[in-house]
């Protein structure tokens, strides 16, 4: 039953119980049932949001360690978690919202959210699914475009490596680097997913990086005249092979390294001077940077999805008690495409 402004009503939260060391376990975050009156405050410009659907981003797991130096502010123990989502404004006293408007971008992971100073985007395209808005129309695709087009500069007939490519980033690189006439090769978990790549984003080639013991032979094998562009997702071993099959001026665009986030020391990179012999261009980024981007990036990728040029995978769980097994699935590899967290149907 929809609640209605001006109720008390119960509100779940994902709590996280403490800093985190080494892998995560569900047993490091917990759901908390408080209230929470539905109005705004007179005199501000708050929303109030029902949240809907929420992304299970790898970065969530940075923030989970205390750390002063990253550009991610680490969650609060004792807090709820929070990232990016898609709500309903159930009212508002800010002028750029009003009831009823969907929206996308910071969101606590909770049922209902009072957002003092909202910076929130307004969803105009309806006819894809909300949901895409944590995914394929929100910040990964935003990185998945700033990435390749603006970083890795890609031209037609290139050689393109992508790792984690059947996540919520990769698979849309691939796809991006297929119109473009890119020879695209990506690397997965799982047959399941190296099928997936194939068969239904249109990847040339693709393989489980598990069953390859030597990542460097690995790589020859598909790229016998070297790599161009590698879209960087994992880090460690994957990295240090892919910087041996390298070709002179390629260009490596860095997103993440998701094989680091649980290490309590991080990897070092062996073969760090091919950057040199090579000539290679490897750019960190985050797509926040880019974001000024979004309507030239909705302009380029609405007319795709609505044409199936593009496809894009969810991987859909429900409720807030799910939420940290859909979370920490991210790094087993459970997931198949973009995580997503229902909190409510619309």
């Not at 109030?48 to 750390?67: A, F, T």
């Amino acid at each position: 039953m929809a609640a209605s402004v001006g109720k008390q009503v119960s509100n779940k939260q994902l709590i996280l119980k403490d800093y985190v060391t080494g892998a995560p376990k569900e047993s490091d975050m917990y759901v908390k049932t408080s209230t929470i009156k539905l109005e705004i405050p007179t005199g501000s410009k708050a929303v109030l949001l029902k949240n809907l659907y929420l992304s299970c981003d790898p970065v969530m797991r940075i923030r989970m360690n205390r750390d002063e130096d990253s550009i991610f502010t680490s969650y609060t123990p004792g807090s709820a978690l929070s990232g990016h989502g898609v709500a309903k404004v159930l009212a508002s006293r800010h002028p750029d919202y009003k009831e009823g408007d969907f929206v996308w971008g910071p969101a606590v992971w909770e049922e209902y959210s009072l957002v003092e100073e909202p910076n929130l985007t307004k969803i105009h395209h309806t006819d894809v699914p909300l949901s895409y808005y944590t995914g394929i129309l929100g910040y990964p695709g935003i990185t998945a475009y700033a990435g390749f087009y603006e970083i890795c500069s890609p031209k037609k007939g290139e050689y393109v490596f992508v790792s984690s490519a059947s996540g919520a980033v990769g698979q849309l690189v691939g796809q991006f680097a297929k119109l473009m006439g890119c020879y695209v090769v990506g690397s997965a978990g799982s047959q399941q997913k190296v099928d997936l790549l194939k068969n239904k984003f249109g990847f040339d080639e693709a393989f489980n990086y598990k069953e390859e013991h030597d990542l460097n032979a690995a790589l020859r094998r598909y790229f016998p005249n070297g790599i161009d562009i590698y879209f960087e997702n994992v880090g460690g071993k994957m990295l240090d092979a892919v910087l041996l099959n390298m070709r002179d001026h390629g260009r490596i665009a860095g997103c993440g390294m998701t094989s680091t986030y649980n290490l309590d020391e991080p990897e070092g990179i062996k073969n760090l001077m091919f950057i040199i012999y090579k000539r290679i261009r490897m750019e960190g980024f985050s797509a926040i940077e880019y974001y000024h981007l979004y309507p030239k990036f909705l302009d380029h990728i609405l007319p795709y999805i609505r044409e199936s040029k593009i496809v894009y995978v969810e991987d859909l769980a429900e409720g807030l008690e799910n939420g940290a097994a859909a979370l920490l699935g991210l790094f087993s590899g459970r997931n198949v495409g973009k995580q997503v967290l229902i909190v409510a149907h619309e």
